[in-house]
Nanobody
Framework: VQLQASGGGLVQAGGSLRLSCVASGSTFSSYNMGWFREAPGKEREFVAVITWSGGNAYYRDSVKGRFTISRDNTKNTVYLQMDSLKPEDTAVYYC????????????????????????WGLGTLVTVSS
């Protein structure tokens, strides 16, 4: 599946952004979808994941209550609504696809591990100024 992320930009601390990721080339509902981020000098880290039906979503602790992942399978799109942004959220954000057959409900660690994702978008830069 091919992925195209967009929606990044420069925002002040406390502000909001909504990232979008459009998929093509395969059946979107066959995939659990994740968002990851990579800050300068740091490893890529898990941000959020949503299961293929949208029934389950999981977040890293530092974004719980501030970020919301959602998807629209009719539009082949996954979203990441980011509110109350902090300077430490500054990073390149990537969307990624993981076949649902590996873990339908993301009950295991695999959905949080970037190594287990097959397809990646190019990323979109989010910069939060203090």
């Amino acid at each position: 599946v091919q992925l195209q992320a967009s929606g990044g930009g420069l925002v002040q601390a406390g502000g909001s952004l909504r990232l979008s990721c459009v998929a093509s080339g395969s059946t979107f509902s066959s995939y659990n979808m994740g968002w990851f981020r990579e800050a300068p000098g740091k490893e890529r880290e898990f941000v959020a994941v949503i299961t293929w039906s949208g029934g389950n979503a999981y977040y890293r602790d530092s974004v719980k209550g501030r970020f919301t992942i959602s998807r629209d399978n009719t539009k082949n799109t996954v979203y990441l609504q980011m509110d109350s942004l902090k300077p430490e959220d500054t990073a390149v954000y990537y969307c990624a696809a993981r076949p649902r057959r590996r873990d339908y409900y993301c009950s295991g660690y695999g959905c949080r591990d970037p190594v287990s994702y097959d397809d990646w978008g190019l990323g979109t830069l989010v910069t939060v100024s203090s």
